[in-house]
C-alpha cells in the first residue's frame, strides 16, 4: 500500500487549496478512506472521511462548510478542497485507509 499526499502549501487566510492523495497496491474503489491533521504540538484528528463509492461523507464541526472530501475511483485519487482557509487550519495533512498513513503534506495558512 502506498499514499502519496500532494498539494500543500502556504496561503493566506481566505484562501483555497486542494490536496490529492494518489493510492496504490490495493482495490482503491473497495476502501474507505479519511484525511487527518495534525497541527504543531497538538495531536492528530481526523477532518473528514469518505466511503468507498463516496456516496457518504462525514467532517469534524471545525471544518464543515469550508472543506470537501472527494474521490475519483479511475484514478485511485482521493481529494481534499480546503476553501476559507483560517490560520488554524495550518497542519501536516495526512491521507489514511485502515493502519497506513501517507508521509504528508503542509498546509501554512498566514499573512
Known amino acids: 500500500v502506498q499514499l502519496v499526499e500532494s498539494g500543500g502549501g502556504l496561503v493566506q487566510p481566505g484562501g483555497s487549496l486542494r490536496l490529492s492523495c494518489a493510492a496504490s497496491g490495493f482495490t482503491f474503489s473497495a476502501y474507505d478512506m479519511s484525511w487527518y491533521r495534525q497541527p504543531p504540538g497538538k495531536e492528530r484528528e481526523l477532518v473528514a472521511a469518505?466511503?468507498?463509492?463516496?456516496?457518504?461523507?462525514k467532517y469534524a464541526d471545525s471544518v464543515k462548510g469550508r472543506f470537501t472530501i472527494s474521490r475519483d475511483n479511475a484514478k485511485n485519487t482521493v481529494y481534499l478542497q480546503m476553501n476559507s482557509l483560517k490560520p488554524e487550519d495550518t497542519a501536516m495533512y495526512y491521507c489514511r485507509l485502515r493502519a497506513y498513513w501517507g508521509q504528508g503534506t503542509q498546509v501554512t495558512v498566514s499573512s
Open positions: 469518505i466511503t468507498s463509492n463516496g456516496g457518504s461523507t
